[in-house]
């Protein structure tokens, strides 16, 4: 997978932006985006696609018939899957909480993700607005932004929990689809 620059991931950002504010416009409904969490400049590889490809069937089917729209894109900053929901912006908020939060859809992947939502008029909705903390680091007990602004683990550290994570999931779906079989 190439590893892309520092330049080109900060490009990547601003056409974030520009696709966010695109896509409210053509939905007028709230969105959910969905990245992982993962460090470096090889963001889109072999184990963030599969990953945003199977936690994205996982939100959609969550989300059912409010589901209005859907994007996947990949470049600079990884794979990212877009999803415009017909849905109360703070309920839907509280659900990619829910989801980020290890629960019983995504075995343990969710705190891998980073699921931001935003209003019709482009506001990101704060997990602190609805009364959650801050998100916690993969590997310490302290707030995650500010292991990454000290840069307190390393890159290889981080993605050796992520892949740890990965494992984790598809052995526990993997059983679980060999219990249902049998």
Excluded: W
Excluded at 10 to 15: G, Q
Aim: proline share 3%.
């Amino acid at each position: 997978m190439k590893q892309y620059t520092a330049d080109e991931l900060l490009d990547e950002r601003e056409n974030r932006v520009d696709l966010i504010e695109k896509l409210l416009k053509k939905y007028n409904t709230p969105l959910l985006v969905m990245r992982v969490n993962y460090p470096g400049l090889k963001k889109t590889n072999d184990v963030t696609v599969p990953m945003i490809q199977e936690m994205s069937s996982l939100i959609c089917a969550i989300l059912g018939d409010k589901v209005r729209g859907e994007l996947f894109t990949q470049g600079a900053e990884g794979p990212i899957f877009y999803v415009a929901v017909e849905e109360d912006v703070l309920a839907l908020k509280k659900m990619a909480i829910d989801f980020e939060e290890t629960n019983e859809h995504n075995k343990s992947l969710g705190r891998c993700l980073d699921l931001d939502v935003y209003d019709c008029l482009g506001h990101s909705i704060s997990r602190q607005a609805l009364g959650f903390p801050r998100r916690t680091c993969y590997l310490c007990e302290d707030y995650a932004h500010h292991c990454v602004r000290a840069r307190r683990h390393g890159e290889q550290e981080i993605i050796a929990y992520i892949e740890e994570q990965v494992r984790d999931y598809q052995e526990r779906v993997g059983k679980g689809e060999h219990d249902r079989r049998q």
